[in-house]
């Protein structure tokens, strides 16, 4: 037990061991870099990939990024929407991603549903509660 607490401290939160955990099941995951000051907030960014049902499984950032983990299986919509919207995006995916750049807003149609998994569905819910 004692073990388990000092994991628990070490990580400072509980989202952040979920989110850990999440990744280590769920492996392959794909990060996407998104270039700061170019009028996305990682909030808007985050907003966004959620409405469209892409799952998160971590955050980063460095001086001049912000750093999305998104599971493998959703890379390719993930990008698609992203550069649907004119999110700055700095690596690329699917080079077929880029004629959708600054398309627009996505038919209500063509939007996928969110998965249905225990530690997604934790993360999400945990997302919302704390606001991280």
Request: net charge neutral; charged share 15%.
């Amino acid at each position: 037990m004692d073990f388990f607490l000092d994991a628990i401290a070490k990580f400072g939160t509980v989202f952040e061991l979920l989110s850990l955990t999440n990744q280590e099941l769920h492996r392959p995951m794909r990060q996407f870099l998104i270039l700061k000051n170019y009028g996305w907030t990682g909030w808007q960014v985050e907003q966004l990939l959620l409405d469209f049902g892409i799952q998160l499984w971590g955050r980063d950032f460095d001086q001049q990024h912000l750093i999305f983990s998104v599971p493998a299986t959703v890379a390719n919509w993930a990008e698609y929407v992203m550069r649907r919207y004119s999110v700055p995006v700095a690596n690329l995916y699917n080079p077929n991603n880029l004629r959708a750049q600054g398309r627009g807003p996505i038919p209500s149609w063509q939007r996928e549903l969110p998965p249905h998994d225990l530690p997604g569905w934790l993360c999400t819910l945990l997302t919302a509660i704390t606001g991280k």
